[in-house]
T-cell receptor, first 117, second 112 residues
Framework: AQKVTQAQTEISVVEKEDVTLDCVYE???????LFWYKQPPSGELVFLIR??????QNEISGRYSWNFQKSTSSFNFTITASQVVDSAVYFC??????????????FGTGTRLTIIP | SAVISQKPSRDICQRGTSLTIQCQVD?????MFWYRQQPGQSLTLIAT?????????ESGFVIDKFPISRPNLTFSTLTVSNMSPEDSSIYLC?????????FGSGTQLSVL
């Protein structure tokens, strides 16, 4: 069975600090996909990234970066120079190998990030 | 990106009644997914809805409690039947568009 663990329940940092959100996953599949979603106070889920298990290159998108390490089954998310608008609950998720459009997600329990002005 | 419209956005219902949630997508999709997010919790997949066939339910969810319709490639409904306070949650539909999975804004259900 698939499992996603986000051990950090809540994190608070002062604005402009860097912060890393941890995600550890378990799966028996050799091909799988990892996701990060942001859920701001308004409640909608905002897609951030999808990464397949064969692509271990780190990715950077503006102030966001992701570190995928297959050896430790981790897919950590770093926000650089945090801003108040980054305050949200962040979910890491895992899906089995499936054709586009057929992925079923297993979510972690989320990390509530609060950026203090 | 896919635009997903969910109705209603919120509702307060009495115990024992049923509520049907609608999900409309602006493009044709093969699969639509229904998730539940209980208060302060993560998201749990309820079922997968494929047009033209019965929905596939995850462990712990049954068709009698959560009947799903999928009449075409852009629309689905989830009914929460015979509600109890334990059904108070946010219910979200989800679709994939290429490599991205999108979620509707959710239906916040409170059962008294």
């Amino acid at each position: 069975a698939q499992k996603v663990t986000q051990a950090q329940t809540e994190i608070s940092v002062v604005e402009k600090e860097d912060v890393t959100l941890d995600c550890v996953y378990e799966t028996r599949d050799t091909t799988y996909y990892l996701f990060w979603y942001k859920q701001p106070p308004s409640g909608e889920l905002v897609f951030l990234i999808r990464r397949n298990s064969f692509d271990e290159q780190n990715e950077i998108s503006g102030r966001y970066s992701w570190n995928f390490q297959k050896s430790t089954s981790s897919f950590n998310f770093t926000i650089t120079a945090s801003q108040v608008v980054d305050s949200a609950v962040y979910f890491c998720a895992l899906s089995e190998d499936a054709p586009f459009g057929n992925e079923k997600l297993t979510f972690g329990t989320g990390t509530r990030l609060t950026i203090i002005p | 990106s896919a635009v997903i419209s969910q109705k209603p956005s919120r509702d307060i219902c009495q115990r024992g009644t049923s509520l049907t949630i609608q999900c409309q997508v602006d493009s044709q999709v093969t699969m639509m997914f229904w998730y539940r997010q209980q208060p302060g919790q993560s998201l749990t997949l309820i079922a997968t809805a494929n047009q033209g066939s019965e929905a596939t339910y995850e462990s712990g969810f049954v068709i009698d409690k959560f009947p799903i319709s999928r009449p075409n490639l852009t629309f689905s409904t989830l009914t929460v039947s015979n509600m109890s306070p334990e059904d108070s949650s946010i219910y979200l539909c989800s679709v994939a568009n290429g490599a991205k999975l999108f979620f509707g804004s959710g239906t916040q259900l409170s059962v008294l």
